[in-house]
């Protein structure tokens, strides 16, 4: 959060950028505070994944190639925490020690 400053009560100014679809809908409020709040989440004992590894599945959400051998089947995977370049993932089939596909970059 490089970008942020401190305000003149020494709290953190984090610019954002908000887009309006509808535009009528503003009319009323376009004089008015809008408060953004961060939600922090800590998980801890969890399944991991590099981002890199979600792919896009079928119907929405993510999956990812799960390696076994020379074979490679496409799983679906619910996400959570996303943290310095990983995802904390779980669906039927994920379990500690399997084998994820990754490109490689």
């Keep these: 959060m490089g970008a942020g400053r401190l305000d003149k009560d020494g709290e953190s100014v984090v610019p954002v950028l908000v887009r309006v679809s509808d535009r009528d809908a503003l009319r009323d409020v376009l004089n ?3 408060q953004v709040v961060l939600k ?4 801890r004992d ?3 994944v590099p981002v890199t590894a979600l ?3 079928d ?3 993510y999956a ?8 490679v089947r496409l799983v679906p995977v ?4 996303f943290a310095d370049g990983r995802a904390q993932i779980s669906g039927p089939g994920i379990a500690e ?4 596909g990754v490109p490689k970059l």
């Design 59 to 61: 119907r929405g959400g």
């Design 55 to 57: 792919l896009p599945a």
């Design 32 to 34: 008015t505070d809008v």
């Design 40 to 43: 922090r989440i800590e998980a």
């Design 64 to 71: 990812v190639q799960v390696v076994q051998g020379t074979r």
């Design 97 to 100: 020690g399997i084998r994820v």
């Design 78 to 81: 619910e996400t959570r925490a």
């Design 46 to 48: 969890v399944l991991s």
